[in-house]
């Protein structure tokens, strides 16, 4: 009886986050007339695609379709991810394998880091983009994105170098393995579950952002989907199929992503990898 309540619990858990997928979902397929009537139907009675060639056929900004703006998204997640991994491995086995000064002051201003607001840092990462130069372009936002996610990318590879034996990279080094190579082809499979992880957490961030993306660039064409979204809803009134056509088609990637790394997702891939 324990484990049917457990499992009862759990399904309704599920159901109750699947819903507003599913119901953005149907109201993407349903024509306006079903949208806005006064008896809402969970299942569309006369499915149409009208809303999704509207938004991928058509300009939300004159000269500038969807499609722009999925590009800019994508291009601007995929380098946050490449690189929040790459510095983040770097600098995780860097305090995970070696002892140095104010090692420990390191791994506290991680944690701190990410206790400060998101809004308290617009204005001063604002001017000094504008220092840089590089206001008006998606490498600001790769910045601050990697800014970001590094805290949390480099807590958390820390732990996952530190559970790697360090008798494999000793009995890699006797085998005439290069640092180099040691760190390729021993240590980096066996965080790869962690670095999944990770990056996950990275191209959820840089995905799903808005409010740099607003400030940081002035034009249109180089606007992310999160800001894309925003000139769906009118001042009076909302076309709520396109929204919802919109909302699915940005909400597919990252459901993508996370299918095709999901089976890396898995620690404790060094057990019982060195006996005694």
């Known amino acids: 009886m324990k484990k049917i309540a457990l499992n009862g619990a759990g399904l309704l858990v ?147 170098v530190a559970a790697v034996p360090k008798e494999l990279e000793e009995a890699a080094a006797i085998d005439g393995a290069s640092r180099a190579q040691t760190f390729r082809l021993v240590l980096f499979p066996l965080v790869a579950p962690g670095l999944v992880a990770t990056s996950i957490f990275s191209f959820i961030t840089a995905w799903n952002e808005l409010i740099f993306a607003l400030t940081f660039i002035n034009d249109q064409s180089r606007y992310t989907l999160p800001v894309a979204m925003t000139f769906f809803f009118g001042r009076d009134d909302t076309n709520w199929g396109p929204v919802m056509a919109a909302s699915t088609l940005f909400t597919l990637p990252v459901i993508i992503f996370f299918l095709l790394v999901q089976r890396r997702m898995v620690s404790g891939l060094v057990a019982g990898a060195v006996k005694g």
């Not at 206001?135 to 990697?146: D, R, V």
């Open 14 to 160: 599920a159901l109750f986050a699947a819903f507003p997928v599913y119901w953005m979902i149907s109201t993407s397929l349903k024509p306006s007339s079903e949208i806005f009537s006064s008896t809402p139907q969970p299942v569309p009675a006369h499915p149409t695609l009208a809303h999704y060639r509207e938004i991928l056929t058509g300009n939300l900004i004159p000269g500038v379709s969807f499609l722009d703006f999925f590009l800019n998204s994508a291009l601007v997640a995929v380098a946050t991810v490449l690189l929040s991994g790459l510095v983040a491995l770097l600098a995780a086995t860097a305090v995970a394998r070696f002892r140095f000064k104010l090692r420990t002051s390191f791994l506290i201003m991680l944690l701190v880091v990410q206790m400060i607001p998101l809004e308290a840092l617009v204005i001063p990462l604002f001017l000094m983009i504008q220092r840089l130069g590089l206001y008006n372009t998606l490498p600001s936002l790769i910045l601050t994105y990697l800014g970001f996610s590094l805290p949390f990318a480099v807590w958390m590879l820390r732990g996952f």
